[in-house]
């Protein structure tokens, strides 16, 4: 499906207005977005983890879902929303539901790369058919910016200070995309909130793949990256052309890269104008930029690799031309 | 939509702090605007890029043209304007709420 | 599992049944299979597991058409069961000390969000160091986490719990989770005689359909469950929460008379055994119940008029109830099961003794701690309790208050 935004725009607003999202955050238009990927016969069922997201659409009582959503705690988005999911297939198969549904579980990148990996993990694992939507915005924001393990390595946060002993944060990324690839599940993909279309088509194919789906989506955080409160999209399109947060898709274990920059931008066209990486820039940390430069390089890399495997192995597997 | 009461006691609240659908609507977080977005309808062209990109859901799109902003819940980030892909001037700019309040005296 | 006999019901007012032998949790699994819920989360513990391998054999053959979901812990357990209890789905989970542990979190949540759950907890002693046998640590650790929790003495109570369980947590005037507890291995490994209700039907119609009022699947009014409730509403929820024990008692009372108008077993908030006129009493729960009922039918013959109070419903907590009973004795033994750690006595003795000061009880208390990580307790042992309870009666002064019963000096 083709993203229109005008055909896009008949479709109801899901997410109300006069939820208490910082002025400018990236995240409610994502999810926005993501409410309007269903056919109109198509119900949702959300659930959230505890988060910036979460405590900005709840506030009792207030809620800004139009659709059916439920938090339950921090860890276990995808643990709560499998048993809503299993709620629907029995009780549709009881003849107790009639309406068709789709569900679709989202946390941020706390919930989702570190206190609630083990229950997405879980969820992906057992098949069911839901799409997860990690909003990555590179750190704990809700409870103040500290680092997570998506915080990018040399970005001060409130647990990792850049000061005269260290750097900002130490280690790399984890990359998440992967670990969910290594789950074989129908699909996976890597998106970013400043790519409409393409983020509307992957949070589509997600919830229609027929299993279990993860998308990880850039979402910034201005408030923690230290930029302009109008300036998140505009950051999260450089990390893109910086080959630093790549657009790809894996279905059914086949990779396929989304965009391709015409020129990679330097990692330092990214990192620069972001108050988090400001410490950077000296001859003391230079060594980070270099590294973080050569890790975006290495990933790149790889991907066009796994991208070129992948035709090959879809040429193989297609049946033979008479 | 329900109408959300003001106060209510504890006999009165939903069953296990359940909540009514839609109800942030009737949240104003309008007042929070420091900037207003204005609308220069010369220079629109209807790409709904503005609306797209909303994380208020504040811009009014009516027979998929641009119509207006909700002001009761713009949060006037600006994203609207940063957005805006018309070269040169855009068709959204952003001006300060007190020059906004004084334009409107005159 | 053995069928031994089928009564006919012919000239019985009561339902035909069948006699099992059945372990608690193998009963626990029968009654959940002649439920047949919508939804059930499991993960393996000792000593639950047995439970769960048998409703799964029932998944498996079709005797249920139950959505099993194995999780991968307990955490998620929980979590699935809230979320398809939320969903609209009558939902179960079952668990025992260290997975309690693990849910802790979602099982406050669960209570919170008033969802009707189910929950079998085998009682095991809460890690460390591991131990995987009885104790009442875990749940008594979460008395406070407003669940309504109901104690078996044998597998028949387990079997008869599991079921009332049901149409207590989901009345609406309740609308409250219950655990059900039944001692680790003592209860769940051990192969007792169990009167079953021969047609399922009957099962299924004495519980009802589940007909939730607000659930995620219902297309025509969408909910938000969960919300971020401030300092302006948390209050306000929390006192409806109290609201749904203070209307547990009656429903749990009326519930376990109609269970019985059907299978001759009434229920009732607590048993007391060879009460009416009893000058020592020990209050016990779960298998620990059976095992004082032979020690007083012992005493009893040799003219010591001992009793005991059985505590099947200990959350809501029947205050009143038991001071109304203990009230009329001379020295009372409260047997806990386990520590609460820092305070004189254990949970459940300090909770009576709490009570009997609101009730102007001058009855003496003490407090017999025992069977901790399944250290056995026998019928010598309660005499034992029963001998203090005597000089106590007799003007004897208590020297301590906490006392420990099995215990290694």
């Known amino acids: 499906m083709a993203l229109n935004l005008k055909k896009l725009s008949h479709k109801p607003e899901m997410l109300a207005p006069g939820h208490r999202a910082c002025s400018g955050c990236t995240a409610p238009f994502m999810i926005r977005l993501a409410l309007k990927m269903v056919e109109d016969d198509e119900k949702l069922v959300t659930s959230i983890a505890t988060g910036c997201m979460e405590v900005v659409t709840t506030i009792y009582p207030f809620s800004a879902w139009k659709c059916s959503n439920i938090h339950c705690a921090f860890e276990n988005s995808a643990a709560t929303l499998s048993g809503a999911e299993a709620a629907y297939r029995v009780l549709a198969k009881r003849g107790k539901v009639k309406e068709k549904f789709k569900f679709l579980a989202m946390g941020g990148d706390g919930g989702t790369y570190d206190i609630g990996f083990q229950s997405l993990s879980g969820a992906m694992e057992r098949g069911h058919e839901m799409l997860y939507i990690c909003y990555d915005n590179e750190g704990y924001m809700n409870t103040g910016i500290q680092r997570s393990s998506a915080t990018p390595k040399g970005a001060e946060t409130n647990t990792s200070f850049a000061g005269t002993a260290k750097p900002g944060k130490e280690q790399h990324r984890k990359d998440l995309t992967a670990c969910l690839v290594a789950h074989d599940i129908p699909y996976v993909a890597q998106a970013s909130v400043h790519n409409i279309r393409d983020l509307g088509d992957k949070i589509y194919k997600g919830l229609h793949c027929g299993g279990p789906a993860f998308i990880n989506v850039l979402a910034p955080c201005h408030r923690g990256w230290r930029i302009g409160v109008d300036q998140g999209v505009e950051y999260a399109r450089l990390a893109v052309e910086a080959n630093f947060w790549p657009l790809f898709e894996v279905e059914k274990g086949l990779y396929k890269i989304n965009y391709k920059p015409k020129t990679q931008l330097p990692i330092t066209d990214w990192l620069k104008g972001q108050g988090r990486f400001k410490h950077l820039f000296n001859d003391k940390n230079k060594h980070i930029i270099d590294e973080l430069q050569a890790e975006a390089d290495k990933k790149w890399k790889q991907l066009l690799r796994r991208e070129a495997e992948s035709l090959e192995d879809a040429k193989a597997a297609a049946p033979a031309q008479a | 939509m329900a109408e959300v009461k003001k106060v209510k006691g504890w006999r009165d609240v939903a069953i296990g702090g359940l909540v009514e659908p839609g109800t942030s609507e009737q949240y104003n977080t309008g007042s929070w605007r420091t900037y207003r977005p204005v609308w220069h309808a010369d220079r629109c062209i209807h790409c709904l890029q503005c609306w797209a990109f909303c994380p208020d859901s504040s811009i009014v799109v009516k027979d998929e043209k641009f119509s207006g902003f909700d002001y009761y819940h713009c949060k006037g980030c600006g994203l609207c304007a940063k957005m805006c892909p018309v070269k040169g001037e855009k068709a959204i700019t952003m001006i300060l709420e007190t020059e906004a309040a004084k334009a409107e005296k005159k | ?409």
């Open chain 3, 1 to 409: 599992m053995s069928t031994t006999a089928v009564s006919k019901g012919a000239g019985s007012k009561f339902t035909p049944h069948e006699i099992m032998g059945l372990s608690g949790n193998e009963a626990a699994a029968e009654a959940l299979k002649q439920v047949n819920p919508d939804v059930a989360a499991v993960f393996p513990i000792t000593p639950q597991t047995e439970l769960m391998h048998k409703f799964a054999e029932y998944v498996a053959n079709g005797a249920v058409d139950t959505e099993l979901i194995n999780v991968e812990s307990e955490h998620s357990a929980m979590s699935a069961t809230v979320g398809a209890s939320a969903a609209g789905a009558r939902a179960v989970t079952a668990t025992s000390a260290n997975g309690l542990a693990l849910m802790w979190e979602i099982v406050a949540i669960a209570s919170s969000l008033r969802l009707p759950i189910v929950m079998p907890v085998v009682n095991r002693a809460i890690s460390g160091p591991l131990n995987i046998h009885c104790d009442h640590s875990d749940t008594m650790g979460c008395r406070d986490l407003g669940w309504i929790q109901l104690y078996s003495e044998d597998s028949q109570e387990a079997y008869d719990n599991m079921i009332q369980a049901f149409r207590i947590a989901e009345d609406k005037s309740v609308m409250l989770p219950v655990m059900v507890t039944f001692d680790g291995f003592i209860i769940s490994h051990t192969m007792e005689r169990v009167e079953i209700i021969a047609d399922d039907g009957v099962v299924r119609k004495f519980v009802g359909e589940y007909k939730p009022e607000n659930y995620l699947l219902n297309a025509q009014h969408p909910v938000t469950y969960g919300p971020l409730d401030l300092p302006d509403w948390l209050f306000e929820h929390k006192r409806q929460e109290v609201q749904g024990f203070l209307n547990a008692p009656e429903v749990i009372k009326k519930v376990g008379r109609e269970y019985g108008q059907i299978t001759g077993r009434s229920y009732d908030l607590l048993e007391n055994y060879r009460m009416d006129d009893a000058e020592l009493a020990v209050v016990a729960l779960g298998s620990t119940a059976g095992t004082a009922k032979a020690a007083i039918d012992e005493l009893r013959d040799e003219g010591v008029k001992a009793g005991l109070v059985k505590i099947r419903c200990f959350r809501p907590f029947p205050g009143k109830e038991l001071c109304a009973t203990l009230g009329r004795c001379k020295a009372v033994s409260v047997m806990d099961r386990s520590f609460s750690f820092g305070l004189e006595g254990g949970p459940v003795f300090n909770e009576i003794r709490g009570a009997a000061y609101g009730a102007g009880l001058k009855v003496p208390m003490v407090s017999h701690i025992y069977g901790i990580g399944g250290r056995d307790i026998n019928v010598t042992q309660i005499r034992g309790i029963f001998e203090g309870l005597k000089k106590l009666a007799s003007g004897g002064r208590i020297e301590t208050v906490e006392n420990y019963v099995g215990l290694r000096e």
